[in-house]
Each structure stands twice: as C-alpha cells, then as structure tokens.
C-alpha cells in the first residue's frame, strides 16, 4: 500500500475499534429503566453484565474457525452487520430479545475484534506497538462515549428502546466504511484467499499459554475494578456522583496512556519495564483508592488509568507481536481472547463473594494485587525469544 492507503487503511481499522464495545457500555448506564419496565431483578441484572464478557470469548475462537471458510476482511462485514442485528433484537425483542441480542451482538464484535487483529499484523508487520496503543485508546473512548452518552440520547429519543438502537447507527456507518475499504482498494492476492488458522497447535506451545494467562488475569482484574470499584467507594463515604467518577476519571487517563505506551517502553527500555511499572502503578493506585484518605480519589484514579491503559495495550501487543504471521495472529488472539474474557471474567465473579466480608476494601485491593502479579509472572515470560506459529 502507498501512503495515502495507509492512512485510510488506519483510519477505518480505528473507526471499527472504536465501535468494539461502545454498544455494550450504552446499556449499563440504562439498566435502571430496563429493571423497570422488564421486571429484572437484581440477579437477573447482574446476569445482563455477565453476558457481554462471555460473548465476547466465545466469539473469538469462532473467529479463528470461521477465517477457513470465509476470507478475514469480507468475514469482518457478516460480523458487524451481525453485531447491528443483535443491537436491534436488544432494543424490541422484550426480555429474549434483551439478553439473545446481548449475546447476537457480542458474537459479531468478538469475531471482528479477534480477526482483526490477524489484518493489523499482515497489512504493519513495522508498526504494531503503536497501532495496538491506538486500538486499545478507541476502544477506551468507545467504551466512555457509549456510557456517558447513553442517558443523554435515550431521553432525547424518547426512551431506552430507541436509546439503544441508536448505537446500531455507529455500527452501520463502521461496517459500510469497512465495505468500501475492501471492495474499493486494490487488494493482494493473499487477502482474496481464507485464512486456516486452528487453535489446537498453540495448545502445545509455551509462549501460546503465557500470552492467554496474561490476557486472563488483566480481564480479571479489570472486570473486577469495573463491577465493584465504585460501590466499595460509595461504601467508604464518597458521594454518589464522586463514586462514578472515579472510574470515569480512570477511563480518560488510559486513553493517553495506551497512544502513548510504546513511546513510555522505549523510554524506560524495553516492554517488560513498561508491564512491571504499569502493573506495580495500578495494583498500588487501588490500594490508594481504596484504603487512603478519600480527598486523593482524583490522585490515585489517574494513576490508576495510566497503569490500566498501559496494560490494555501491552495485552494486545503481545497477541500480534508473539505470532508468527496473519493465521498465527488470529488463532493466538482467538486463544488468548476467549480464554481471557470466560476465563478473566469467571474468575472476577467466583471472586465477588469478597463484597459481603467486613472489609471488602481490603480484600479486593488483595485480589486485585493477586490478579496483578500473576499477570506480570505470565507477561515477563511472553518477552522470551520466538514467535507461536500454527
């Protein structure tokens, strides 16, 4: 590709990430009104913000199959015209349609973030670091502009079925832009052909397990600051208000973070300085937030999302960086995505029971450390010589 290719190339591949789980975040802030006029309780609830994590790992491995059977950037389109489907079956199809649309959208987003990937490493085998800290940002201010946006558009529209729809509009203007990078720029001849790219061979490599098990643990923890941080700030005295910003606040500072995470590791040379400083950040910026003096909330939430940022963008590095090739890249992120949103989340949940000890501060600060620091034992040993290759 020319330069101006390139560029357009790049431009669109951040448009679709920033369309990676926008949707997903626009649904939380209106759960209050999905309780009330679907009768959900608070099970059922706690349900509807499992789904989206388990969606996502199980669509990844599918992607990895379905790349045999339809080449990777037209399996991109069905993907997303997929995830647009589940978008409008969650907006009217009542209670089925609430949780089926979820899990439909979630499997469209899952195929198109996993496949993506394997596109990235063929097309800027030169530019990964870079490109995934840019990935990683999108997908942050996605998730931010989906959750602060929702209420706002929902009462403009007049309720949250059409509040929720909405979010197919972006998914649309994503999918047909994809469209015409595809079908209207010149093509190699390898992007006209499928991609076999089975999981099976990685299960007997090493650096294969290491990446996933970082995957896994960096859900975990971040799943479990997602769910939990605020009702334990709200615990310890902080105002409503206050409390949901902490994670907003957080969010805004991993977007810089994660653009900037390549130039950080060169500056501290090398990545594994970068993953034990972001990872030792974070775990020590939890324990600030929830153990100091409640006026350092802002100090330690910032702190908080430049550690958080950097990690999203080191998870994503090591998927492209330690595989081999395009089929490689796909069968690796369909591993260590699947793996890392079941396995991360199901971790976060069998860990939830820590809210109703005395001091669920102390005890989520703990966990949170210990899903950390296994991060960083499994991340180190990504760093070693050699590529997964299927």
């Given at each position: 590709m020319n330069r101006s290719q390139r560029i357009h190339f790049i431009i669109i591949f951040l448009l679709v990430s920033f369309n990676l789980r926008m949707s997903f975040s626009a649904a939380d802030p209106l759960l209050v009104f999905l309780m009330r006029d679907l009768g959900l309780s608070v099970s059922d609830s706690g349900l509807f913000g499992l789904l989206p994590i388990m969606a996502l790992g199980a669509a990844a491995p599918l992607g990895a199959r379905l790349v045999s059977i339809i080449r990777p950037r037209l399996l991109i389109i069905y993907a997303l015209l997929l995830a647009i489907g589940g978008v409008v079956w969650r907006s009217y199809g009542g209670v089925v349609g609430l949780y089926g649309g979820t899990v439909v959208s979630g499997l469209g987003l899952g195929i198109t973030g996993s496949v993506i990937l394997g596109i990235v490493k063929q097309e800027f085998p030169a530019d990964l670091p870079q490109l995934m800290g840019a990935y990683t940002a999108c997908v942050s201010l996605g998730t931010a502009v989906g959750s602060g946006a929702a209420d706002p558009i929902a009462l403009a529209l007049g309720g949250w079925q059409s509040g929720l729809l909405f979010w197919g509009l972006p998914l649309l203007i994503a999918t047909l832009l994809w469209a015409e990078l595809i079908y209207f720029s010149p093509a190699a001849p390898e992007q006209q052909h499928t991609v076999r790219a089975p999981i099976a061979p990685l299960l007997r490599q090493q650096k294969a397990w290491a990446v996933s098990l970082f995957y896994l643990f960096r859900v975990a923890g971040a799943w479990l600051l997602i769910v939990w941080l605020a009702?334990?700030?709200?615990?310890?005295?902080?105002?409503?208000?206050?409390?949901?910003?902490?994670?907003?606040?957080?969010?805004?500072?991993?977007?810089?973070?994660?653009?900037?995470?390549?130039?950080?590791?060169?500056?501290?040379?090398?990545?594994?300085?970068?993953?034990?400083?972001?990872?030792?950040?974070?775990?020590?910026?939890?324990?600030?937030?929830?153990?100091?003096?409640?006026?350092?909330?802002?100090?330690?939430?910032?702190?908080?999302?430049?550690?958080?940022?950097?990690?999203?963008?080191?998870?994503?590095?090591?998927?492209?960086?330690?595989?081999?090739?395009?089929?490689?890249?796909?069968?690796?992120?369909?591993?260590?995505?699947?793996?890392?949103?079941?396995?991360?989340?199901?971790?976060?949940w069998v860990a939830s029971p820590i809210m109703q000890t005395e001091r669920p501060d102390i005890w989520m600060a703990t966990t949170y450390t210990i899903f950390a620091l296994s991060g960083l034992f499994f991340g180190l040993r990504c760093n070693r010589p050699g590529q997964c290759r299927v």
């Open positions: 009702t334990i700030m709200r615990q310890r005295g902080l105002p409503l208000v206050e409390a949901g910003l902490v994670l907003a606040l957080s969010t805004a500072f991993q977007i810089p973070a994660a653009l900037l995470s390549s130039r950080i590791a060169e500056w501290l040379g090398g990545r594994s300085r970068l993953m034990t400083a972001a990872i030792l950040t974070s775990t020590g910026a939890c324990w600030g937030l929830l153990l100091a003096p409640l006026t350092l909330w802002p100090v330690f939430s910032v702190f908080l999302g430049v550690g958080l940022g950097c990690i999203f963008a080191l998870g994503m590095t090591l998927i492209v960086e330690n595989a081999a090739d395009e089929a490689s890249t796909v069968a690796l992120s369909g591993l260590a995505q699947g793996m890392g949103f079941i396995g991360g989340g199901l971790l976060a």
